[in-house]
């Protein structure tokens, strides 16, 4: 098994020379399942376009080991779903590393597909067209896309945004999953009920780094050093 931890040292993202978020130190351990919390603006998709390598880094660096595959799914809202494909061909966007863009998909990828898509609840939507799908669908779709990618790291920016209470446990039935087979996953959310519940550690930022540990500490931390408000923002992502 590939090392799939992430070690971090002085990172600092941004964008022009601009930086969003600096000072960022430590090792998120391979077979962790964190939580990336913080207000809007804090840097949390920042950092985690770095960590993905999408941004370069301003300062610091940052290390994993060689071979370590990562799997990165943006925020919806970042994603033209208007663009004409179908379902089938955004899950298999997530075979491109192995097989490339152009070349024809063996039949045992194609099934990698449709066992993707069953997993997710959308058994028989192959050839369903992007723009017909609900919020929630296409989500389940993305997630589709990274089962396939295989990778050993997984970075999710705000997956349970705007989807319905059945998505969000489908989701996190397959988060809870990859953790339990030994992939390292980070996740950004808002959602401080479902981050005491489901994730074993948290990454609390604010341009730089509030706090990072094991989520219990992580959190009373947090409500002992910020105020109502602050942590109000913290919990619904609301820009202080």
């Not at 770095?50 to 940052?62: D, K, T, V």
């Not at 925020?75 to 494909?85: G, I, K, N, V």
């Not at 808002?190 to 730089?208: I, K, Q, S």
């Amino acid at each position: 098994m590939i090392d799939a931890s992430v070690h971090l040292n002085g990172l600092a993202f941004g964008y022009g020379r601009h930086p969003v978020i600096k000072k960022i130190t430590g090792s998120i351990a391979a077979g962790t399942l964190t939580a990336l919390i913080g207000a809007n603006g804090s840097g949390k998709s920042t950092l985690l376009k770095g960590i993905a390598g999408i941004l370069r880094p301003m300062a610091g660096s940052y290390t994993r080991a060689l071979g370590a595959r990562i799997a990165y799914l943006p925020q919806t809202t970042e994603l033209d779903r208007s663009f004409p494909a179908c379902v089938r061909d955004l899950v298999a966007l997530g075979l491109w590393p192995e097989r490339g863009l152009l070349r024809r998909h063996r039949a045992q990828e194609r099934q990698k597909v449709v066992d993707a898509l069953e997993t997710v609840g959308l058994a028989g939507f192959e050839n369903t067209p992007l723009t017909a799908l609900s919020g929630g669908q296409f989500q389940r779709a993305l997630f589709a896309r990274v089962i396939v990618q295989n990778a050993h790291i997984i970075l999710l920016d705000e997956p349970f945004n705007a989807i319905d209470a059945e998505t969000t446990w489908v989701m996190l039935s397959l988060i809870n999953h990859w953790h339990q087979q030994g992939r390292t996953v980070l996740v950004v959310i808002h959602d401080l009920n479902l981050v005491r519940r489901h994730f074993p550690a948290t990454m609390a930022v604010n341009g730089e780094l509030l706090a990072w540990g094991k989520t219990p500490v992580v959190l009373d931390t947090l409500a002992s050093s910020l105020s109502t408000d602050a942590l109000f923002s913290v919990a619904n992502g609301v820009a202080e």
